[in-house]
């Protein structure tokens, strides 16, 4: 089974393309079941609005509605996802509003530390005057916090702190090892995302080090290509499951209405 199940749409504002086009295109490239993630509203996460962020909270009826639609008239599975911003210390919040939408499974991603931005292009000189493992220290401490939270089904491209390149001067296995055991403890799943590939860091979400413990450990892993544009819908999937395959995954995580199932990986 391969399946995408990170797909943005123009809806989130920073996206083009629209839902047909991205089920078009993935299926052309093997995807054989799709999930939709556009980003959460983040007005209804406690946060203010922001346009060309994520979706407006009037928009996710119709995301519903036509994703419903797509179920009908296609012939792949299409699940209802989404990519919601993980805040520490608003997590009543998030529960609850999350509560009230049927999705079939839900991304955490950290894409804020201290309110900067750190995976948009604009904000990326922010890097030059910081200590990088302080840095690392501090992500992956949100990363752990938000598995702990038990809001969500997948931690999104769990170490994309490295987009720009910054990685730790020293050693820093202490940090990716306990990670990966609170995301064992939690039981949350980790998401191949391939769009690191096409990032200035050129390495898939997560690394080969990640990779390698989540497998020694059992944490169960997925699929997602990140795409923000049509051409990038199940980009690279393939690659990424001979990765998996040659670690020694032999299933991946399908999820649907918040339960996951395990299926076998394609030979390759
Ligand atoms: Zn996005
Ligand atoms: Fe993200
Ligand atoms: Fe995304
Ligand atoms: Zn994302």
């Known amino acids: 089974m391969i399946v995408d199940y990170h797909l943005h749409t123009s809806r989130c504002g920073h996206a083009t393309g629209e839902m047909a086009e991205y089920l078009a295109t993935a299926r052309k490239r093997g995807v054989e079941e799709v999930g939709f993630a556009d980003h959460f509203p983040l007005e209804l996460l406690g946060e203010a609005r922001k346009k060309g962020i994520s979706m407006a909270a009037e928009e996710l009826e119709g995301y519903f509605a036509e994703i419903k639609e797509l ?9 209802i996802g989404a990519e919601v911003d993980y805040f520490p210390g608003r997590e009543e919040t998030a529960a609850q509003v999350l509560a009230g939408y049927d999705f079939d499974y839900l991304i955490g991603s950290v894409h804020y530390l201290d309110g900067w931005d750190f ?7 922010l890097y030059a005057g910081k200590d990088i493992m302080e840095l690392y220290r501090q992500y992956f401490a949100a990363i752990c916090r938000l598995a702990e939270s038990g809001l969500f089904d997948i931690v999104g491209h769990l170490d994309v702190i490295k987009k720009f390149g910054y990685f730790p001067p020293g050693d820093w296995t202490e940090i990716i090892d306990k990670t990966c055991r609170v995301l064992k403890e939690t039981g949350i799943c980790v998401e191949f995302n391939t769009s690191g590939w096409r990032a200035p860091v050129g390495e898939a979400y997560p690394g080969p080090a990640f990779l390698q413990k989540c497998r020694e ?6 699929l997602g290509s990140d795409a923000h544009s049509v051409r990038d819908a199940g ?4 690659r990424a499951v001979r990765i998996l395959r040659r670690l020694g995954f032999r299933e991946i995580a399908v ?6 199932t395990m299926c076998p990986l394609p030979p390759v």
Do not use: A, E, W, Y
């Open 235 to 238: 980009r690279d999937l393939d």
């Open 217 to 222: 450990l059992g944490v169960p892993v997925t």
């Open 119 to 125: 995976t948009h292009p604009g904000r990326r000189d």
């Open 71 to 79: 179920q009908q008239t296609v012939d792949i599975p299409v699940k």
């Open 255 to 260: 999820f649907s209405g918040r339960r996951r």
